[in-house]
């Protein structure tokens, strides 16, 4: 079945440095891709989405690009703020309509 | 527009009870989806209604069950609460046939089982 696989946290960042949080997945057919984010306490933001191959999301400076021959999404940001620590994670929307999610990767900026 | 709403955000339950979470769609959307989301985990889809039916389901017993109400509210109802329910339910509203259909998540109602 469909998944999604991103890399374990925490990530821990300074201010000002560049971010990764890869994202891999496993669909039939041409999911849409996404990234939430869940603040402390919060429920989940939509960051940033994707919907067919080589399409790239961007919001708040946060981007994304929609790799099909390496079926990944990853998250980048150039320059990382404290308000930025969040847990994120990627997520796949297949022809079911569900959003299937992977496990979530907490980033934590230090100042 | 409104966002969507849940309640309650906070609830303890102990083992056998039942519980009712509701939820209250973004305004303008006609489906609704459910997520559990353990503690450290993604959410994992529970199901989702449209037009007050049920139209998708992920891997969840029967002791959870929904429903969706003609203003597109809905239900979350867990029979015979286990330990292991305790967890964030997080809500999600979209409209069908909008482009990419993106959901809109409330804030979650979390639940303990003791």
């Known amino acids: 079945g469909d998944s999604v696989t991103q890399m374990e946290g925490p990530v821990t960042l300074s201010e000002e440095a560049f971010l990764t949080i890869n994202c891999t997945y496993t669909?039939?057919?041409?999911?849409?891709l996404f990234w939430y984010v869940q603040y402390p306490g919060e429920g989940l933001q939509l960051l940033l989405k994707a919907t067919k191959a080589d399409d790239k999301g961007s919001n708040k400076g946060f981007e994304a690009t929609y790799r099909k021959e390496t079926t990944s999404f990853h998250l980048e940001k150039g320059s990382v703020q404290v308000s930025d620590s969040a847990v994120y994670f990627c997520a796949l929307r297949g022809n079911t309509g569900k959003l299937i999610f992977g496990q979530g990767t907490t980033l934590q900026v230090k100042p | 527009e409104t966002g969507v709403t849940q309640s309650p955000t906070h609830l303890i339950k102990t083992r056998g009870q039942q519980v009712t979470l509701r939820c209250s769609s973004q305004s303008g959307h006609n489906t609704v989806s459910w997520y559990q989301q353990a503690l450290g985990q993604g959410p994992q889809f529970i199901f989702q209604y449209y037009r007050e039916e049920e139209n998708g389901r992920g891997n969840f017993p029967p002791r959870f069950s929904g429903l969706q109400f003609p203003n597109y509210s809905s239900e979350l109802n867990v029979n015979a609460l286990e330990l292991d329910d305790s967890a964030l339910y997080l809500c999600a509203s979209s409209l069908v046939g909008r482009d990419t259909g993106e959901l809109f998540f409330g804030e979650g109602s979390r639940l303990t089982v003791l």
């Open positions: 669909a039939t057919g041409y999911p849409s």
